[in-house]
């Protein structure tokens, strides 16, 4: 069975300063990667996905994740964070021959302070 | 727009009464499916759609009830058997390696 976790409940970072948001997986055969934004009391928005191809992927909203088929990861990035970007993110993994499932992560708040 | 349309935005349910929460979109996506999120919480699979007239249970399916009885619409009934259903439900569609789309969610609580 797959499995997505997000070992960091919070991340807090300077308004400015580079983020990165952790995501390691569990699936057999190739897996699909997404991240998703949810802002309170809002569904989760879809920001960015790998498929296949390069292992750096880029989504919207300045954000990009980079996957490490060694390390099993898949985490979030972004060069210069903004207050704007302080919402909680989830990433999810389905295994390619999964249909549409989405197995997510726990999720983890990010936090950018002015 | 294309989209998907959760209502009511806020709904309040008595004790031993049933509730449903509505789940539309116009996307024509094969598959839908209902979450349940608590606080500071990740997403819970309640129930699935991958085609019209099918549905299987999800993770915490117990005390739930839906149906798929057209494409567009995937309707959640929370029951009177589900004895803990405060929480924000999220619809969501999806059709083959695309992305989910999510609505913007149900917020249930208990009067």
């Known amino acids: 069975a797959q499995s997505v976790a997000q070992p960091e409940d919070q991340v807090n970072v300077a308004e400015g300063n580079p983020l990165t948001v952790k995501c390691t997986y569990s699936?057999?055969?190739?897996?699909?990667l997404f991240w998703y934004v949810q802002y309170p009391n809002r569904g989760l928005q879809f920001l960015l996905k790998y498929i296949t191809g390069d292992n750096l992927v880029k989504g919207s909203y300045g954000f990009e994740a980079e996957f490490n088929k060694s390390q099993t990861s898949f985490h979030l990035k972004k060069p210069s964070a903004l207050v704007s970007d302080s919402a909680l993110y989830f990433c999810?993994?389905?295994?390619?021959?999964?249909?549409?499932?989405?197995?997510f992560g726990g999720g983890t708040r990010l936090m950018v302070k002015p | 727009d294309g989209g998907i349309t959760q209502s009511p935005k806020y709904l309040f349910r008595k004790e031993g009464q049933n509730v449903t929460l509505s789940c539309e979109q116009n996307l024509n996506h094969d598959a839908m499916y209902w979450y349940r999120q608590d606080p500071g919480q990740g997403l819970r699979l309640i129930y699935y759609s991958q085609i019209v007239n099918d549905f299987q249970k999800g993770d915490i399916a117990e005390g739930y009830s839906v149906s798929r009885e057209k494409k567009e619409s995937f309707p959640l009934t929370v029951t009177s058997a589900q004895k803990n259903p405060t929480a924000f439900y999220l619809c969501a569609s999806g059709t083959g390696n695309q992305p989910q789309h999510f609505g913007d969610g149900t917020r249930l609580s208990i009067l």
């Open positions: 999810a993994v389905r295994p390619n021959n999964a249909g549409n499932m989405l197995t």
């Open positions: 699936v057999s055969g190739n897996p699909y």
